[in-house]
């Protein structure tokens, strides 16, 4: 918030869209009709979302694991951060260093289709 606040157009600038959970529609809403003093309280329903890419820390691939801990695993654009032994940077997620390849041998190993993933990341459409 204190960033918005600051720049308004911290949002696109970073790629971010406002998403309306008041429904299973799941629309995306303008950032200037959202009523961000609400931010904080727990009937806000909105989820500031970030594209996949280069400029998201999740990087180009998200893996979902369904865990009661939502944990996941994911890509990263910070690739030195393999190079250390101490990997805890990702709040109880897990950062995977070949997270493309790695969805390819899944959907591989699942359906023997391995060129969706890649098209899909190539796309920038985050969604595998």
């Given at each position: 918030m204190p960033a918005l606040k600051r720049h308004h157009d911290y949002l696109q600038v970073n790629h971010m869209h406002v998403i309306s959970i008041a429904s299973a529609l799941r629309d995306t809403?303008?950032?200037a009709k959202v009523p961000w003093k609400d931010a904080a309280s727990d009937s806000f329903l909105y989820l500031v979302v970030q594209d996949a890419g280069p400029?998201?820390?999740?990087?180009?691939?998200?893996?979902?694991?369904?865990?009661?801990?939502d944990v996941y695993l994911h890509d990263t654009p910070q690739h030195s951060?393999?190079?250390?032994?101490?990997?805890?940077?990702?709040?109880?997620?897990?950062?995977?260093?070949?997270?493309?390849?790695?969805?390819?041998?899944?959907?591989?190993?699942?359906?023997?289709?391995?060129?969706?993933?890649?098209s899909l990341v190539t796309q920038g459409s985050g969604c595998a």
């Open positions: 809403v303008d950032p400029e998201n820390p999740l990087g180009h691939i998200k893996l979902m694991c369904p865990n009661e801990y951060r393999f190079s250390v032994a101490v990997r805890n940077y990702s709040h109880g997620c897990v950062r995977v260093e070949h997270a493309v390849e790695l969805a390819d041998s899944l959907v591989a190993w699942t359906s023997g289709d391995t060129s969706r993933v890649d």
